[in-house]
């Protein structure tokens, strides 16, 4: 459960869209801690904090900050809105949790989107990328750019990692080269909020006008090594709503021959689970040309028994290091940058560049 502190700022450190990071000092000793202006206002040094520090006791990875919970002393205004009244917006995201926030839903009543997206039914055939880690978001977007750099990428976020899409420091980085972001379910903080996966596709087509659409969950995934225990699963239900509204899925596989676990190497099971067992639709799924030639084995023995439901494509990745080294935004997954899980990236971008190549 929680593990509260208390504590006084001391430092305030780096910031981006929607998150500030702190020097918090408390009865345990300094700690790095996180918080979201939008949520709790913006911390100064000397402000009391309460702090949940659960993730970075465990030492998390990705969620290894202590998180600002409130600042007591000094709680922010209300917002200007008549709280009232549905007319800022009525969609409760991190629904009964204390830092519930209500937000105004893509296709509300008050939203100005409203008759678009009641009246939508289809993205038209728009290509859809899905993967199962946020750190596939750059590599998808360079593979795209590669080919058809004028393109209108829009990015949906499923809540499946980080709620807030202010924790991404990745997706800070890459707000001026998307068409926006569309967080879904209960994730918020994104340019359009929507309730759903369908909707969020529904809102990036119609609204932001997007050409190509990357869904993946946001930084911080749960997993517990089984095969069904992932929260990227769910990208297999994508699939299968981006085919219910006449899209052209395309799945980014995660491939690698540079991690540790076994379950991971070649093809990771994850992506095995969501696309043999979750998507129920026929899916393009690229693979790169140019693979270390064992990678290359192993990844056509694990997709074998997947090529009679799905198309398996092969990508040239002539041009693609380039795009991958050219991202305005560092890229990184489980720790291991480009040239030390060059697989991986390669994999993400060979899906961007079959995702352009579908654009005609």
């Known amino acids: 459960m929680v593990r509260w502190r208390s504590g006084t700022v001391q430092k305030v450190r780096r910031s981006w869209h929607g998150a500030v990071e702190l020097d918090v000092t408390t009865d345990d000793g300094p700690v790095r801690a996180l918080a979201y202006p939008e949520l709790v206002g913006l911390p100064e040094a000397g402000d009391r904090v309460l702090l949940n520090v659960g993730a970075l006791v465990m030492g998390l990875g990705t969620g290894g900050y202590a998180m600002v919970v409130a600042l007591p002393d000094r709680l922010p205004a209300d917002p200007a809105d008549d709280g009232t009244t549905r007319d800022g917006g009525h969609l409760v995201k991190a629904r009964y949790t204390p830092l519930q926030a209500i937000l105004l839903g893509v296709d509300e009543e008050a939203s100005p989107h409203r008759a678009v997206l009641e009246s939508a039914e289809s993205v038209d055939g728009m290509p859809v990328v899905t993967a199962d880690l946020h750190s596939a978001l750059p590599a998808i977007l360079a593979g795209i750019r590669a080919d058809r750099p004028a393109a209108r990428v829009a990015y949906l976020m499923t809540d499946g990692g980080a709620l807030p899409a202010w924790f991404s ?3 800070d980085g890459l707000r001026d080269h998307l068409a ?6 209960q994730a918020f903080g994104g340019d359009l909020e929507a309730s759903t996966v369908h909707t969020g596709l529904l809102a ?7 050409d190509v659409t990357i869904v993946a969950q946001g930084p911080g995934n749960l997993g517990t090594g089984t095969p069904w225990g992932f929260s990227g699963v769910a990208l297999g239900e994508a699939v299968n709503a981006v085919a219910v509204l006449g899209g052209r899925p395309v799945g980014s596989l995660r491939i690698s021959d540079a991690d540790g676990r076994e379950r991971h190497r070649g093809v990771s099971h994850h ?3 969501a696309y043999g067992k979750v998507a129920l639709v026929r899916t393009d799924l690229p693979v790169p040309d140019g693979l270390d030639p064992a990678l290359s084995a192993a990844v056509d023995a694990a997709l074998a028994p ?3 439901r799905h198309r398996i494509v092969r990508v040239a990745a002539d041009g693609l290091d380039r795009a991958l080294r050219d991202s305005p ?3 990184s997954t489980m720790g291991r940058k480009l040239d030390q899980d060059h697989g991986y990236f390669l994999a993400a971008a060979a899906a961007g560049r079959h995702a352009a190549a579908l654009l005609g």
């Open 271 to 273: 992506s095995l689970t």
């Open 329 to 331: 935004v560092p890229l």
């Open 169 to 171: 420091r990745t997706l």
């Open 180 to 185: 926006g972001t569309v967080t879904t379910g």
């Open 204 to 210: 990036a087509r119609h609204v932001l006008g997007a």
């Open 306 to 308: 997947l090529a009679s």
